[in-house]
């Protein structure tokens, strides 16, 4: 059944890149067809990034599919600290989308430097959840050693500033 989902989908054009076949049945949300695709993939595939620099991870996160980033999030080599054009990291896009769920799973993934690397506008994994209110994301972050509670975004606020 499957299959003929992604023929319906895909046609019968296995020239496409992976990628875009993951990241049609990403957009239709067809999870099951995603999830298929994803076990068949390797990292770098599922590591490439398309339009706007978005990682097949990027999207599961902005489409809030949770089943889709644990099968990324468990797949050996699969990158979660990449940014877009847009200088946002999945971690990011989960947050922004308000999923706390799919945050903490992230957050567990994450390194020190990943969680304080300034993205889009300057801001941490910290800066997004407070302006987000993700009480038990900020909870989690500021439990973890060596978080950045005092780097200031591009309009001069720190984290605590944004929490206040």
């Known amino acids: 059944m499957i299959n003929s989902d992604i023929n319906n989908i895909f046609g019968n054009d296995y020239n496409n890149p992976v ?21 068949q993939s390797t990292a770098e595939q599922l590591n490439t990034q398309g339009r706007g620099g978005k990682t097949v991870l990027h999207l599961a996160c902005e489409k809030r599919l949770k089943s889709v980033v644990q099968e990324l999030l ?22 922004l989308s308000g999923d706390e769920n799919t945050v903490l799973q992230l957050v567990k993934k994450s390194t020190i430097e990943q969680l304080n690397t300034q993205g889009k506008g300057g801001k941490t994994t910290l800066h997004l959840a407070c302006e987000k ?19 200031e975004d591009d309009d001069e606020n720190n984290p605590l500033d944004i929490a206040l």
């Open 133 to 151: 209110g993700l009480k038990e994301v900020i909870k989690k972050l500021l439990d973890i050693q060596g978080i950045e509670l005092y780097s």
């Open 19 to 39: 990628y875009n076949k993951i990241e049609n049945a990403i957009l239709n949300d067809k999870i099951d067809i995603a999830i298929q695709l994803i076990q």
């Open 74 to 95: 468990g797949k050996t080599g699969v990158k979660h600290g990449i940014r877009d054009v847009t200088n946002n990291s999945p971690l990011d896009i989960a947050i």
